[in-house]
Each structure stands twice: as C-alpha cells, then as structure tokens.
C-alpha cells in the first residue's frame, strides 16, 4: 500500500489511480475526520470519500464534517465539492457503507448516490450501526449499482481506525485499555479469546480486543468496576451456572451423535467462541468437510440456532444432532419474537434483522456471519429443502437431510 504523500502527489500530477490507490486515499483522507469535529459521543466513525473520473484520475476527496458538523462524506463529496457537476461514468469509494433513510433526516447518501447516476461504487466496511447494517448496499444494489469491496488489507485499516476512534478521544485511554486487559485476562477463557484474535479480520491483540470491547459500550468503566456485558460473557467466559448474572445460561450439546445414548443435558460450559470448533470436529466425525456444499449450509444453521435463541430460559436446551440422515438443530425461541416471525423463519420469508445484535457483532467479527439475512437464504438452498418445526413450548427444529 502506498503511503499518503505519495499518493496526494499522484493526485496533484492527475496521474491515473489503481483501484487500490483509491481505496487507500479514501482511508487516509477519513483520518482527518477527527480534527474538524470533536464527536463528544465518539459513536460516529472515521469516513473518506472520494470520487475517480473515468479516465482514472482522482476528482476529488472529502471526509465526514468536510464542510459542517454533522455532514457525511458522500453528502460532501456530491452536494459540496461537486456540486453541479456530471458524475456520470464515475466511480465513487467511501470508507464506510453509505447512509439510509431511515436513520437521516433530509436525503440520504445512498438516495443522492443514486441520484449523481453513478454506476460503480466501492465501499470499505459495512456499518456497524444496526439501523444501516448492509441496508445502504441493499438499498445501492436495487437501484442497478455495482457494489465492489475494498481490498482486506484497506478494511483491516478501516476497522482499526474506527476502533480507536472512541476511545482515543478519552484521555485516560491507555488506563482504561490496560483495565480491560486484565479483565480479558483474569475472566475471559484464553482458549476463546486466542480463537477470537486468530480469527478476527481487523482485532488481531488483546488490546484492539480492549479496545474494541469499549468502544462498542460492551464492557464499561464504573470507577472500580468493570461490567461487562451479558452477551460478551457469553461469547468469552468459561462459565458455569449462576455466573452468568445470576441468571442460568443454556448450553449448546454437540456431543450427541448418532448411535450415542442421550445424555442429560447440563448447563452451558464454555464459551461461545469456542462452539464452531466443536462444531467443525462434530462436522468430521460425522465425515462432513468444510469444502463440502453442504458445510455452508450447516454452518449458518448451527450459527443461527446459537446466536438467535433464547438465553435465559433454564430449561431451554439448544443442541445438534445427527440421526443418521439428517442433522437437526434445535433451539429455544428468543421471547422477543412474535409468532408472526417464527412463522416466517419457519417459511423461510422473514426479513434480515438481528435477532441479538451484540452476539452478531461479536460474531461478524470471527466470520461466523458475512451478510445479514443471507444465512437462511444459504439454508433455504440445500435440497431437498430443510424443514422447520416448532413444538407448543416454543422450541424450533430445523432438519437438513445429507443423506
Ligand atoms: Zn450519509
């Protein structure tokens, strides 16, 4: 990647831009969001945006608060800088997945996006806003633009910078991180926290992970203690019954397969992070490799039937099971979910929302989720279709025929 000064030059020159180029002026010119507007909240992230002729030239550049407080990048970039001007047979980069309508008042980026006629964008990380969460690409997609990623080494960049951003603002940052840190070490399983670093895109120590934990609000600073969140215990602490908030917490057995008794099913004992491990080892006993068609599949069910079921209900067991053609996954239904939605997962029509936002999150980042709302899509593709059934105490049972 080149570095900053090198590529401003290359844009002064109006020499033509690779891809990447773009994609790395775009991250740099985000970085000075921070200077034009102090984010007291430190919830918005860092975004660059910039705009690339079709001759391959750089057009121009803004980041968020370019011109005023509170204005977007893109809003910048095409209401501001370009005003006016024919974007036709461009391409736009943006660090950040575009806004929606639903969480802007006025036009939002991706309806004035659609508006320049634009045809090709390319965008660096999806927000991690749950209100815009993939809905600024669905939005771009339906109205006939080509979406393209930025490269993994950008994103990673993205992440980080965005990350920091909260906590950067804090001038007691490196005390807290260093708290954070030890709560990591002191109550957080190692084996899941090392599965969590080796697998992650963007948090790759344990103090991105401090970071990243405080920048979210998952763990908070409350003078002497740390509290932190129920659904990062869950993904982390090695834990046994009642401390889980004192509430008792389900486990997920992956240990009954077929021609094993029942056993009797116990509390949750490990972390969550820990679980597709113990799903990919019950996927090879079984013979199933993770290059097969059907592992994708039954991964995003084994994820689903995990992170969208129901906590906190003591008897309420969610498990996978092989019977000798099919493998089911059985899960309690979370309480906030009406009948009328189980009705539509059980019919394969519900729309994408998080059923645990946190868990999600958490989840996205080890690449257990890619797209929202995709997995049921993938589930729904394997023949002959699986079959949902849900039991009058609320239990869903999800059976996938491999045989
Ligand atoms: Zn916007």
């Given at each position: 990647m080149k570095n900053e000064s090198s590529l401003r030059r290359q844009m002064s020159q109006n020499?033509?831009?690779?891809?990447?180029?773009?994609?790395?002026?775009?991250?740099?010119?985000?970085?000075?969001?921070?200077?034009?507007?102090?984010?007291?909240?430190?919830?918005?992230?860092?975004?660059?945006?910039?705009?690339?002729?079709?001759?391959?030239?750089?057009?121009?550049?803004?980041?968020?608060?370019?011109?005023?407080?509170?204005?977007?990048?893109?809003?910048?970039?095409?209401?501001?800088?370009?005003?006016?001007?024919?974007?036709?047979?461009?391409?736009?980069?943006?660090?950040?997945?575009?806004?929606?309508?639903?969480?802007?008042?006025?036009?939002?980026?991706?309806?004035?996006?659609?508006?320049?006629?634009?045809?090709?964008?390319?965008i660096g990380i999806l927000d991690p806003d749950m209100r815009?969460?993939?809905?600024?690409?669905?939005?771009?997609?339906?109205?006939?633009?080509?979406?393209?990623?930025?490269?993994?080494?950008?994103?990673?960049?993205?992440?980080?910078?965005?990350?920091?951003?909260?906590?950067?603002?804090?001038?007691?940052?490196?005390?807290?991180?260093?708290?954070?840190?030890?709560?990591?070490?002191?109550?957080?399983?190692?084996?899941a926290v090392n599965y969590f670093l080796s697998n992650s895109k963007s948090i790759k120590t344990k103090s991105d992970l401090a970071c990243y934990l405080l920048n979210k609000g998952y763990v908070d600073f409350d003078r002497k203690n740390m509290i932190v969140d129920n659904e990062v215990q869950l993904m982390f602490y090695k834990s046994k019954v009642n401390t889980f908030?004192?509430?008792?917490?389900?486990?997920?057995?992956?240990?009954?397969?077929?021609?094993?008794?029942?056993?009797?099913?116990?509390?949750?004992?490990?972390?969550?992070?820990?679980?597709?491990?113990?799903?990919?080892?019950?996927?090879?006993?079984?013979?199933?490799?993770?290059?097969?068609?059907?592992?994708?599949?039954?991964?995003?069910?084994?994820?689903?039937?995990?992170?969208?079921?129901?906590?906190?209900?003591?008897t309420a067991y969610a498990y996978v099971k092989f019977d000798g053609t099919s493998i089911s996954f059985t899960n309690p239904i979370p309480s906030s979910f009406t009948d009328e939605k189980v009705n539509e997962i059980i019919s394969f029509s519900t729309k994408p929302e998080p059923g645990n936002p946190i868990l999600v999150d958490l989840g996205r980042e080890i690449g257990l989720i890619e797209v929202q709302g995709k997995g049921l899509f993938t589930i729904k593709s394997v023949k002959p279709k699986p079959i949902f059934t849900k039991s009058a105490d609320r239990i869903l049972e999800l059976s996938i025929k491999i045989i």
């Open positions: 020499l033509p831009f690779s891809d990447e180029d773009c994609m790395a002026l775009s991250y740099y010119e985000s970085l000075k969001s921070n200077s034009d507007h102090d984010h007291a909240a430190g919830s918005d992230p860092f975004v660059g945006a910039l705009v690339q002729r079709s001759d391959g030239t750089v057009w121009q550049l803004a980041h968020r608060a370019n011109g005023q407080e509170g204005h977007h990048a893109e809003y910048s970039l095409i209401e501001e800088e370009l005003s006016g001007q024919d974007l036709k047979g461009c391409k736009l980069f943006t660090t950040l997945e575009p806004c929606v309508s639903d969480v802007r008042t006025g036009t939002s980026c991706s309806e004035l996006i659609v508006k320049t006629q634009i045809k090709d964008i390319y815009v969460y993939s809905k600024g690409i669905c939005y771009l997609f339906k109205h006939g633009i080509t979406v393209h990623p930025f490269s993994c080494e950008i994103n990673g960049l993205i992440m980080k910078s965005c990350m920091y951003f909260k906590v950067q603002k804090n001038k007691d940052c490196d005390k807290i991180c260093r708290v954070v840190s030890d709560v990591i070490d002191s109550k957080f399983d190692k084996d908030n004192s509430r008792e917490c389900v486990f997920i057995d992956l240990r009954k397969t077929h021609g094993e008794e029942e056993r009797a099913p116990s509390y949750f004992d490990g972390p969550l992070a820990l679980f597709i491990e113990e799903f990919n080892d019950f996927c090879s006993k079984i013979g199933i490799k993770q290059n097969d068609s059907i592992y994708g599949p039954l991964k995003e069910a084994f994820v689903n039937a995990t992170l969208h079921r129901e906590y906190f209900k003591a």
